[in-house]
């Protein structure tokens, strides 16, 4: 009776010693000692640690690490899914090759003892690793109360561990050479990996070859007869100059019509009968028809003062106030008339945004009105030296023709503009601007 009663002494203090250890144990070491150091409790040939929620097995008795390609862990880890979706996995339970499949029931007498023992370590969250044990013998009822305590301990520890691992600092990680390299390969990859280039600029829809009307002659604007974007028709008013100049020197050549008319018709009377006035008939009359065509010249001046349309199409220009009242000169642009169904883009690209393009190249073109609805082009024009916009930055003026005929913008809408060259290497393109620089700071 006093030897029973020392057996079960030693194996109550076994069972305290391996909840110290398991308690004590670091989280990378704990599942080495749940699989090994449980044989001093009880007997076992095979002890393993199935992580539930990933399917993974994770220690194997015997093993520092379970090899994952092995053929045993491949069968092992097949029955472990297989017996997991059994009503009886979520209790301690005895598990045998009656439980599962034919096809994996096969295999249980080459890889496994006949009796195991299946036991799921309870967590405050649920059940996270299930302990399971074989050996040849039949389990005994007095060592399935030891395991329950023991797998509330292991059960604990595994939560405790999981809790309390420290997370890895990102520098800490990448102190691993393997990583280092990795990281460089990718880094060195992606720098050389070549990317079509791409700049964005400034962008707007303008008429495709429009109708310019100019001042037909120098005069200042009285009067707009069409409002911007109005539609226009053939032989419709547009606009008209001051014409009260060439109404005053209208009336003044009439009457210096009428004077020389009158000198004319008195002369032929008198030279009826004087000889030296029938000799001045020549200059006057000469004198009269000069009049004449100065008299149809200014009416033809005061005529071409009211300018008309002769194509139609909508009218493009600015605000009509800011042209009352402004001096022209002859042959200087007022407005354009232009059909709104023929419309090309034109972009400003700043010098300092250059990339090469060639013609042909491909345009995206994004309204301001509707960012989220690209238009596609087709570079057609590229100025051959920059100009000066009107915010004073220096740009070379492009024009682009839209390839999708169905879905034209509306004129005068405004926008960016996103140009697609050649392909170079990510990081040229990365550097095109510090390279740009440097090589000017070297040619000094």
Not at 34 to 55: C, F, H, K, M
Not at 89 to 111: C, N
Request: hydrophobic share 45%.
């Amino acid at each position: 009776m006093s030897e029973q009663r020392n057996q079960q002494l030693l194996r109550l203090t076994l069972l305290l010693q391996l909840e110290y250890r398991a308690r004590q144990a670091l989280a990378e070491e704990l599942p080495y000692v749940i699989v090994n150091e449980t044989a001093d409790v009880l007997p076992y040939r095979q002890a393993l640690l199935w992580q539930n929620g990933s399917s993974e097995l994770t220690a194997v008795s015997g093993v520092s690490h379970p090899e994952k390609n092995a053929p045993y862990t491949l069968w092992i880890t097949a029955v472990f899914k297989y017996f997991s979706k059994n009503a009886r996995a979520t209790t301690t339970t005895l598990i045998d090759a009656i439980d599962l499949s034919d096809e994996l029931a096969v295999d249980w007498g080459e890889w496994l003892p006949e009796h195991g023992l299946w036991i799921p370590l309870p967590e405050p969250n649920g059940s996270t690793f299930t302990l399971v044990l074989f050996r040849e013998t039949a389990w005994q009822e007095a060592e399935l109360h030891v395991l329950s305590y023991l797998s509330q301990a292991y059960g604990h520890a595994l939560a405790l561990s999981n809790a309390a691992k420290p997370q890895i600092h990102w520098r800490q990680r990448i102190k691993s050479r393997r990583l280092q390299l990795v990281m460089a390969a990718i880094f060195l990859a992606a720098m050389i990996f070549p990317i079509r280039q791409s700049v964005l600029a400034e962008a707007e829809v303008i008429p495709h070859q429009p109708n310019l009307v100019r001042a037909p002659l120098d005069g200042v604007v009285e009067t707009f007869f069409v409002q911007p974007n109005e539609t226009i028709t053939v032989g419709q008013k547009l606009f008209a100059l001051d014409m009260t100049q060439l109404r005053s020197r209208l009336s003044v050549a009439e009457e210096a019509l009428d004077i020389a008319k009158t000198e004319y018709l008195q002369t032929t009377q008198q030279a009826m009968l004087d000889p030296a006035a029938k000799a001045k008939l020549a200059a006057l009359k000469s004198k009269w028809d000069q009049q004449i065509a100065e008299v149809d010249y200014v009416r033809s001046l005061l005529k071409r003062c009211e300018v008309t349309a002769s194509k139609p199409g909508v009218a493009v220009f600015d605000d009509p106030n800011d042209w009352l009242g402004h001096p022209v000169t002859q042959g200087e642009k007022i407005l354009a008339v232009a059909n709104p169904q023929v419309v090309e883009l034109e972009v400003r690209l700043p010098m300092e945004d250059l990339i090469h393009l060639e013609e042909g190249s491909e345009v995206l073109f994004f309204p301001n009105v509707e960012p989220h609805h690209p238009i596609p082009a087709a570079l057609t024009y590229f100025s051959y030296r920059a100009s000066p916009t009107p915010a004073n930055v220096m740009a070379y003026r492009l024009k682009a023709k839209f390839t999708d005929t169905t879905n034209l913008p509306r004129l005068g809408y405004r926008g960016v503009a996103k140009l697609y060259g050649t392909g170079r290497p990510f990081i040229l393109w990365l550097l095109r601007k510090p390279i740009r620089t440097l090589s000017l700071w070297l040619a000094w």
